[in-house]
């Protein structure tokens, strides 16, 4: 069967089908891959809410906003992925809003990690001014302002989609891919032109707040070699997840030189783009952090005493009642 675009170019092969088995093992594999991931972003997410410590620091606000934005992304990008397997073609409509709501948490993740970058540079080069700059209220409106900036990368879509299409197509029966839905040229173009931006403003800052960090480090003979380790951990994360811009160019790359594995070749850029992403963020802003890595495993630790009372009192009402 044919796999879903999300927000790259189109991801369909009308004339190359997947058999049965090999259709069945790669939605089992994204299936568990996405129950996987998302029981340990809920496990963070329950770490947050349980600690009032987390809820006035603007780096973890950040950090469990990012967790929950994948967690949606990953329910919605593996619903998508099912249903082009599934029922391969759904209503133009209800494809339209799980095609929206997709590239949105898609388009965040790399402005989240963007603004987390800033967050960092403000604590390690302008610590005085940082309990000014960074306060809880601000990062929420710094939140508010990332959804905006990814809704003005596709509402525009929308908008030329009323005003090119004819009524009857929004009550037809589509594959639900972006490129098959948006189709116009305009829409085209224009996702082309915002990518080019947001890949350029996302790695300028990048580029500028990492190093800046790296300088302000040695200047204060801090461990260099954590404070490097922990930049390249955050600039590869910060790389798979803008893939997502350049995913057009990387997939015609890879079917250029495997021509007749084109299928193989778009489910692998799928996992790479959509899913590998999701899997590291968690690895490397959460349980990396010692801090909130102290409250997970404190977490972790009481429900594994709790079960193992439970158990205990079971196994005592139990023998009581064999006694009696």
Request: glycine share 2%.
């Amino acid at each position: 069967m044919n796999l879903s675009s999300l927000n790259g170019s189109s991801f369909v092969t009308v004339n190359q089908r997947d058999t049965f088995t090999t259709a069945l093992t790669k939605n089992v594999i994204i299936t568990a891959l996405c129950i996987s991931i998302n029981y340990i972003n809920g496990t963070l997410i329950h770490t947050f809410r349980k600690h009032q410590i987390f809820y006035s620091n603007p780096r973890y606000i950040l950090f469990i906003h990012l967790v929950i934005n994948d967690m949606t992304q990953l329910i919605l990008s593996t619903l998508l992925h099912i249903i082009s397997y599934a029922l391969y073609t759904i209503n133009v409509s209800l494809c339209i809003i799980l095609l929206i709501l997709t590239v949105l948490t898609t388009l965040n993740t790399p402005l989240n990690l963007a603004s987390m970058a800033v967050e960092c540079y403000i604590a390690v080069c302008i610590p005085l001014r940082y309990r000014q700059i960074c306060t809880v209220k601000k990062t929420y409106i710094l939140i508010g302002l990332i959804w905006v900036a990814s809704s003005l990368a596709i509402l525009p879509d929308l908008f030329i989609l009323l005003a090119t299409e004819q009524p009857y197509f929004f009550l037809s029966r589509q594959f639900c891919a972006r490129d098959y839905v948006f189709r116009s040229m305009y829409s085209l173009k224009k996702r082309d032109i915002s990518h080019i931006v947001c890949l350029a403003v996302v790695w300028l800052t990048l580029f500028y707040t990492y190093f800046r960090i790296l300088f302000a480090a040695k200047g204060a003979t801090l461990d260099i070699k954590k404070t490097r380790n922990t930049i390249l951990l955050h600039g590869f994360q910060l790389l798979l997840c803008m893939l997502t811009y350049v995913r057009p160019m990387f997939e015609q790359s890879l079917l250029a030189m495997l021509p007749q594995q084109i299928l193989d070749v778009r489910f692998a850029c799928y996992v790479i783009v959509q899913i590998i992403p999701r899997f590291v963020s968690p690895i490397v802003y959460g349980l990396r952090d010692q801090t909130f890595r102290t409250y997970v495993k404190r977490n972790l630790l009481c429900k594994v005493s709790s079960r193992n009372n439970l158990v205990s009192v079971v196994s005592n009402v139990r023998l009581t009642t064999k006694l009696q």
